[in-house]
């Protein structure tokens, strides 16, 4: 079973996530916070698998929770409606394990959290500034030539360089 704790400051959408997250047969919303700082709390109190934030909330945004996180064996997911500059960059520094659009339906939701528990890393194209991008990319690969995983990831990894038109190797 996949331990969840979610963090939203808006209710109606905190409940509707955590109820359709239940739904799923492997995942448990065990924890839902209104804002960064009962995040943490949540987290550290309950030692969940994942962390679902909103990037921007009251008290700590969800950026700010990630870098606290960066020590636990939670993985953060963090979800938002639009690209900032620079936030992409400051999640890949707080080792955000996803990066993902509020707007995709909660199917995505759920198997993007599947794929981050199998070890995967999962960005919005969207989501990302063109210079982070590339340089995010381009570490990814070498972590993942360094560590010999598998060929999906190199897989993955050329798909996105192609799609951004970036130089593979």
């Known amino acids: 079973m996949i331990r969840i704790v979610i963090a939203e400051d808006q209710e109606l959408l905190l409940e509707a996530m955590g109820n359709l997250l239940n739904l799923e047969e492997d995942i448990e919303v065990v924890g839902q916070a209104g ?8 987290v550290r109190n ?3 698998d ?6 921007e909330m009251p008290e700590k945004t969800g950026l700010e929770a990630a870098e606290e996180l960066q020590r636990t064996n939670c993985k953060v997911i ?10 992409f960059k400051r999640a890949m520094k707080a080792d955000v394990r996803g990066y993902l659009l509020k707007d995709n339906p909660s199917e995505e939701l759920a198997s993007s959290i599947r794929s981050i528990m199998d070890g995967k ?6 989501l990302m500034d063109e210079d982070s991008a590339e340089e995010n990319v381009n570490q990814l690969a070498k972590e993942s030539t360094q560590s010999n995983k598998t060929g999906l990831v190199k897989n993955y990894l050329s798909s996105i360089m192609d799609k951004m038109k970036l130089p593979t190797g």
């Open 35 to 42: 804002n960064g700082e009962e995040a943490l709390t949540l």
């Open 46 to 48: 309950l030692m969940p």
């Open 50 to 55: 994942v962390c679902i934030m909103d990037i």
């Open 78 to 87: 963090i979800l938002t409606t639009f690209a900032r500059p620079g936030y």
């Open 121 to 126: 890393r999962i960005y919005s194209e969207e």
